[in-house]
């Protein structure tokens, strides 16, 4: 979370820092900063909210042709003027931008700052205090940055102004996700590519514990012994269409409505020459290899991953345990002897499934990661990648991510089914084109979903999503949904746990929004319902078509009845959206959350 911007170069840099910071407001924005420098020094704009607030405050007649941006998803202290970045030093001579946190921030201050006086509550502030400490003792400015480096214990992407220097930003990255864009006399910093593609397509990627010395017309990268690393540059992929809104109210409804063109992309890029499903053979085989996979993710993650294991333990026949990064690392189950990891991100930078990864490569595992971002820290640190191909999901609300998940992790299990011999008893390409054509129809559905939005959900202070088996998984996502962006508490529940204690929540009206595409399950989900109902609760059943009664709300499109988290999510998506929007939330940006999380 938090994300960082930098330029250098010969236009004023104020613009494109603002600019940048607005494409990278999904990974925080409770406060945001730039300091720009020029021959009457650094000055320093910081606003409590949003970029928009940035904006309003930001003296237009400063022109200055390098800077420094951040945009701040808060950790440690509230969000507030003084805990915003860009953070200086006591004696002003150092400027600084952070993402990540600094775990031994504190013993650091007690050990070598005891006599400086702090501005904020941030652990950032002990890194500036510390370069301005060194450089006092005579070092330069590079040494006194890396002698500040070796210091520190956590994660970081750094971004360093030097009031003497007008030549450099100073950049170093561990952990925290940084890359330098590269122009013609100019130079670039940002947490992520997006940020700057108005200005470049051209990025270098930076590992961690690098030091790099960007000047207008050149960049070094160093390791902290001091040693210079030549690296190819890359073109970001990107098109600055994908990352507008266009004629859309907001990125999650346009997100909603990009699920079917993205599963057909995912179709067309796993297929082979001859129309079938194809996985690098490397994969495959270390899928089969393994006597267990372990599924790590967080999140809406999390809940494909949940669905993953139905896909592959029904097609392929290995076992399968999913479990929350964020408690995997600490609690690690008893392993298996050959077990295969599989990490399941959307941006490939969450903080937890980073820290369990990094420990099972330690212990010599092989990992898969399933992302979305080609060159993510998590794409990088696996073995193996499989891409998701779904185009940047800017709102914080995962939806097309989820569904590309299922996709691929439904490719997965069906390539390594054929691939050991097992039988699959459908088509899944024909499957999943009849799937992305069911998905059409649900994104045309929106003005019914609207009206069941407000229906069930526009007084309410809290909702039950329930389901049986594969429709447990998408009721925990559809509840996650909800409640990120709309505030109303939801929770998601298997059918028959109900009645083993939840069920006293269920008061006059409750809504309790009910699943059934299951054959196998239609009735005793059905009589759950009747149960919630016997106590009150107002229910909403949304069923397949085929299995439907005449007292469901919404009917989905047959599809094959695996697939049915592809289809059965998207009403559950549409009408988190309209709950939050008929409750005037903020959709793509809802309160303390952030797109990327970071920090551990
Ligand atoms: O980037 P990741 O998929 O690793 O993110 C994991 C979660 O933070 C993420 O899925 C989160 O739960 C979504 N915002 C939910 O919509």
Known sequence: MCGIVGYIGNNDSKEILLKGLEKLEYRGYDSAGIAVKNENGIHVFKAKGRIADLRGIVNENVMAEIGIGHTRWATHGVPSMVNSHPHQSESGRFTLVHNGVIENYDLLKREYLADVRFESETDTEVIVQLVDKFAHEGFETLEAFRNTLKLLHGSYALALLDAEDNETIYVAKNKSPLLVGLGDGFNVVASDAMAMLQVTNQYVELMDKEIVIVAKDEVTIQNLAGETINRTPYTAELDASDIEKGTYPHYMLKEIDEQPAVLRKIIQAYQNDQGQLKIEEEIISAVKAADRIYIIAAGTSYHAGLVGKQFIENLAKVPVEVHISSEFGYNMPLLSERPLFIFISQSGETADSRAV????????YPALTITNVPGSTLSREADYTLLLHAGPEIAVASTKAY????????????????????????DLIHELGLAA???EVLCDSKEI??????EFLSVTRNCFFIGR???FYVGLEGALKLK???????EGFAGGELKHGTIALIEEGTPVIALATQESVNLSIRGNVKEVVARGANPCIISMNGLNMDEDSFVIPEVHELLTPLISVIPLQL???YAALHRDCDVD???NLAKSVTVE
């Not at 990864?357 to 010599?364: A, F, N, R, Y």
């Open 469 to 471: 088996g594969i429709d």
């Open 589 to 591: 940006k809802p309160r």
């Open 449 to 454: 979903i609207e009206v069941m939005a407000r």
């Open 357 to 364: 990864l990094v420990q099972v490569k330690e212990m010599g």
């Open 437 to 439: 054509n069911a998905m």
């Open 575 to 577: 009408l988190a959206y």
């Open 403 to 426: 569904t590309a998940q299922l996709a691929v992790l439904g490719i997965l299990a069906e390539v390594t089914a054929k691939s050991r011999g097992l039988e699959v008893s459908f």
């Open 484 to 490: 990120e962006i709309s505030y109303i508490q939801a």
